[in-house]
Nanobody
Framework: VQLQASGGGLVQAGGSLRLSCAASGGTRRIMGWFRQAPGKEREFVTGIRWSDHKTGYSDSVSGRLTISGDNAKNTVYLQMNSLKPEDTAVYYC?????????????????WGQGTQVTVSS
């Protein structure tokens, strides 16, 4: 499975971005987004289960970021609204074959290359 993330960029605080992650070469039950800020550990942001589009979010982004999926295109999206400087990080998409959405990175088998999101104050 190959994952290709795109859509990052520079935006002012309060602005919006939409990230995309296209999967090829197969699919997995769960797609997730993680992020890693400089000097910090990679952290879970959100995930979606392909079968029923059940979603899960970290508390820090709930209500501002929305994950969605297009099964026909094998693509997940991350709509990011009301962005804050603390959202600045490299965002990674990942795929797992677990039944439920896990928040720890070790559950995910495949990773995209990451896309930089920078939010200026």
């Amino acid at each position: 499975v190959q994952l290709q993330a795109s859509g990052g960029g520079l935006v002012q605080a309060g602005g919006s971005l939409r990230l995309s992650c296209a999967a090829s070469g197969g699919t997995r039950r769960i797609m997730g987004w993680f992020r890693q800020a400089p000097g910090k550990e990679r952290e879970f942001v959100t995930g979606i289960r392909w079968s029923d589009h059940k979603t899960g979010y970290s508390d820090s982004v709930s209500g501002r970021l929305t994950i969605s999926g297009d099964n026909a295109k094998n693509t997940v999206y991350l709509q990011m609204n009301s962005l804050k400087p603390e959202d600045t990080a490299v965002y990674y998409c990942a795929a797992a074959n677990t039944i439920t959405i896990h928040t720890y990175s070790g559950a995910y088998e495949y990773w995209g290359q990451g896309t930089q999101v920078t939010v200026s104050s």
